[in-house]
């Protein structure tokens, strides 16, 4: 959903990919027990068309001479309902429209999604719907009718208030339609709208970077996302920093500039809550916490990624389920077998948990020994992380903290996450594999009686 860019690199569907494509089809997840939270998920939408593509994006968009609305929509709705009935879930607790550029779409596809949600499960009067706005007079201009639609909760893609960095980034949107299409949301969504903004621009300095995200929270509301750019390759920033057309800032700048946002970030109020989210006032995403916790979401539309039991096909094993790629294609399949599923894969036990210690250790709060057990009730975080020497190191080192709460980042070790992760899940993988081993075996657990006690 969000499509974060930050220090440690933990771009949510590169991880959640690489962890599924490292341990492919094995044995279920239980003797037939379901997951937890089996009854719930999460929905994201992809909207995957824009008037322009960035110069930094990768992302699956497409700039078409006309889009179909109407057969989009008729697509959309299709995929909603048919996964929504493969799933079997009872509630969906969030929905999150993404692109691309949802905000390009109609109202009247907003609600005939959302209508379709709650004709095939409860969805709760008070869920969290966001849409994902680009500031330009085209998604200004149908603000207040996606809220009329459903939507209570606006993502703004500022991403600078520099003109001369929206340029070179390739937005289609001056600073003065972002902060247009701020107030405008938060007069509409008061206390519900995130704010994107990216660090780490061609030509930025720290100095310049301060005083941006000062600007920026003089006028944002009580959430924002800092995403550091990234050079994806492919792209036409990444072309430009290769030939010398363009210079960014070394990993040691960009380092600085992450820890004095921060700090900026908690002397305005903002508690940072996740890798790259801070708010005040209790403004979480409660849709993205959905994937840092591990929980069920259903992906609809091109390109989208989806983890959900299809528990209408007799499976009690979670899959991992990417929607086919291109929106022409995808339209088709909908048309014929309902849905546009390009690929399946059912994760196991050991891709379950290293998406459950993954997405976790990007909050604050970490993964509580409570959570992990829902996933592993056999072994407990001490009985597979504590006794390592390594990880023992990263808790010297002030990094980590392992303790009777759970398994969580110090404020240091949260801008090292992505180096201390090879480690974890080395150990983690190392624990698994000698635990299959000893059930062929028919040894006892590792951990005393099968579980790990808490300290």
């Not at 340029?167 to 519900?192: F, M, N, Q, Y």
């Not at 539309?301 to 899959?319: K, N, T």
């Amino acid at each position: 959903s969000d499509k974060e860019h930050f220090p440690v690199c933990l771009d949510l569907h590169y991880f959640m990919v690489q962890c599924t494509m490292s341990t492919m089809e094995s044995e279920l997840v239980g003797a037939g027990a379901l997951p937890p939270h089996a009854e719930e998920a999460s929905l994201y939408l992809h909207w995957p068309f824009c008037l322009r593509r960035c110069s930094y994006c990768n992302f699956n968009k497409y700039v078409p001479r006309r889009v179909d609305n109407a057969a989009m929509t008729r697509c959309l709705v299709k995929e909603t309902a048919t996964l929504l009935r493969l799933s079997r879930v009872a509630r969906i607790n969030s929905v999150f429209f993404g692109g691309g550029t949802p905000s390009l779409a109609s109202p009247s596809t907003i609600a005939a999604v959302l209508e379709t949600v709650s004709q095939n499960a409860h969805l709760p009067n008070e869920a969290e719907v966001t849409l994902e706005v680009n500031p330009t007079p085209t998604g200004m201009a149908k603000l207040k009718d996606f809220t009329e639609a459903g939507v209570n909760r606006f993502s703004v893609g500022v991403q600078s208030l520099r003109d001369d960095d929206l340029k070179r980034l390739g937005r289609d949107h001056s600073s003065w339609e972002a902060l247009k299409a701020i107030s405008e949301a938060r007069t509409l969504c008061p206390g519900r709208v995130s704010v994107d903004v990216m660090f780490g621009l061609p030509g930025q300095s720290v100095e310049s970077w301060e005083g941006e995200l000062e600007r920026v929270l003089d006028v944002c509301d009580d959430h924002v996302s800092l995403y550091q750019l990234t050079l994806e390759r492919g792209t036409q920033l990444f072309k430009q920093v290769e030939f010398g057309e363009q210079t960014v800032p070394g990993d040691d700048v960009t380092a600085v500039m992450y820890r004095t946002a921060r700090r900026i970030l908690e002397n305005r109020g903002f508690l940072q809550y996740e890798v790259s989210n801070f708010a005040k006032n209790g403004a979480v995403s409660l849709h993205n916490l959905g994937y840092w916790r591990a929980r069920q979401y259903i992906g609809v539309g091109p390109g989208a990624h989806g983890r959900f039991v299809p528990q209408a096909e007799g499976a009690v094993q979670r899959e991992a389920r990417t929607q086919t790629l291109e929106p022409d294609v995808w339209m088709r399949e909908v048309q014929q077998v309902g849905h546009g599923t390009r690929r399946r894969t059912r994760l196991t036990q050991l891709a379950l948990l290293e998406e459950v210690l993954v997405m976790a250790l990007r909050m604050t709060d970490g993964l509580t020994h409570q959570d992990w057990a829902m996933f592993n009730p056999d072994a407990g975080l001490h009985c597979i992380l504590g006794q390592s020497e390594d990880v023992l190191e990263l808790q010297e080192r002030g990094l980590l903290i392992l303790d009777v709460r759970g398994l969580r980042c110090s404020w240091e070790g949260l801008a090292l996450l992505d180096s201390m992760l090879p480690t974890l899940l080395f150990h983690l993988e190392k624990y698994i594999s000698n635990q299959e081993k000893q059930k062929e075996e028919g040894s006892p657990s590792l951990c005393q009686g099968g579980k790990s006690k808490t300290r």
